[in-house]
């Protein structure tokens, strides 16, 4: 993978199919071991919504290739984002981005994440290349 992020922040566990430009397919699984999840929240342990979202962004962080050897791209919008089921730890979470629009720096992509086939995130990001 080419994003710039490790762990603890790298939310792309195996990247499935990537094509340049267009699209990428990923998938996450978040280990219900992780210290986050014994406040998030006790009893019912739910991956934030925060982290299903920069999951999404990273995803579509492996469409586009920088233009610059050193470049890289970084979170600039998040829009319409909506949660309308929940992703629990251990889940396997299918991530997908469509490049939409490109605009000189910025990029905007749909994205999508998946529990065995029902959404659990969508929404728009925008990525802007540093």
């Not at 990428?24 to 406040?39: H, L, N, S, T, V």
């Not at 000189?104 to 929404?123: D, I, Q, S, T």
């Amino acid at each position: 993978m080419q994003l710039p992020h490790r762990p603890p922040f790298l939310f792309v566990d195996k990247a499935i199919e990537i094509k340049p430009g267009i699209s990428a397919y990923c998938r996450k699984i978040f280990d219900a071991a992780d210290p986050m999840f014994q406040g998030h929240f006790p009893g019912n342990p739910l991956v934030p919504g925060v982290l299903l979202t920069e999951a999404l962004a990273q995803t579509a962080g492996l469409i586009l290739k920088p233009r610059r050897l050193d470049g890289y791209f970084l979170l600039a919008a998040i829009q319409r984002m909506k949660f309308p089921a929940s992703a629990h730890p251990g889940d396997s979470i299918d991530l997908f981005s469509t490049l939409t629009t490109n605009m000189e720096n910025l990029h905007r992509f749909r994205v999508w994440a998946k529990v065995a086939e029902k959404v659990v995130a969508e929404g728009e990001v925008v990525l802007s290349e540093f």
